[in-house]
T-cell receptor, first 113, second 113 residues
Framework: GAGVSQSPRYKVAKRGQDVALRCDPISGHVSLFWYQQALGQGPEFLTYFQNEAQLDKSGLPSDRFFAERPEGSVSTLKIQRTQQEDSAVYLC???????????FGSGTRLTVV | SQQGEEDPQALSIQEGENATMNCSYKTSINNLQWYRQNSGRGLVHLILIRSNEREKHSGRLRVTLDTSKKSSSLLITASRAADTASYFCATDPGYSSASKIIFGSGTRLSIRP
């Protein structure tokens, strides 16, 4: 597709449930980023892939968060044993090497109840 | 943690007026970017200014960068109702060819008809 696609658009999870969020980047974009955005705040960096390699995962808040991009295209962000503080919008972005600006998806709004 | 701080946090102006938003950051950068986010949507890349540039224009947008003061400003001229959104600055520290960008907390801009 022409843009970055994320699914699902909305997800409601019961506390303790595992969730998986999907990101389809722009075809050919080498770099892929995940951000977490709390209500009224700016996006916070979670992790970064260059092709299939996860080069930076310093922003993942705990070991309950795991991201993968096994074939260098689609990426999945998994959150295990969700907690209420995980409620946020999860944004995926992709870019060409050299960082001329990111293209963001519309995000997945996760609500943990 | 967030690198940039936008000022003001919220701004309400009359349609047709100019809107100015400021961003201050803490560390040295490779480039600085501005993004717009409409309610409930992903971020849209507006403009990128490199550390060796002082001013850049794109349509009704004008961005300035003062690396000595570690600050940037975004000017939107002749504002329109469609400009109502949150605006974020994001800095690229330039650790690598495609390093993560770090967002500020944003300015919420409202255009009154």
């Amino acid at each position: 597709g022409a843009g970055v696609s994320q699914s699902p658009r909305y997800k409601v999870a019961k506390r303790g449930q595992d969730v998986a969020l999907r990101c389809d980047p722009i075809s050919g974009h080498v770099s892929l980023f995940w951000y977490q955005q709390a209500l009224g705040q700016g996006p916070e960096f979670l992790t970064y892939f260059q092709n299939e390699a996860q080069l930076d995962k310093s922003g993942l808040p705990s070991d309950r968060f795991f991201a993968e991009r096994p074939e260098g295209s689609v990426s999945t962000l998994k959150i295990q044993r969700t907690q209420q503080e995980d409620s946020a919008v999860y944004l995926c972005a992709s870019s060409q090497v050299g960082n001329y600006g990111y293209t963001f998806g519309s995000g997945t709004r996760l609500t943990v109840v | 943690s967030q690198q940039g701080e936008e000022d003001p946090q919220a701004l309400s102006i009359q349609e047709g007026e100019n809107a100015t938003m400021n961003c201050s950051y803490k560390t040295s950068i490779n480039n600085l970017q501005w993004y717009r986010q409409n309610s409930g949507r992903g971020l849209v890349h507006l403009i990128l200014i490199r550390s060796n540039e002082r001013e850049k224009h794109s349509g009704r947008l004008r961005v300035t960068l003062d690396t000595s003061k570690k600050s940037s400003s975004l000017l939107i001229t002749a504002s329109r109702a469609a400009d109502t959104a949150s605006y974020f600055c994001a800095t690229d520290p330039g650790y690598s060819s495609a390093s993560k960008i770090i967002f500020g907390s944003g300015t919420r801009l409202s255009i009154r008809p």
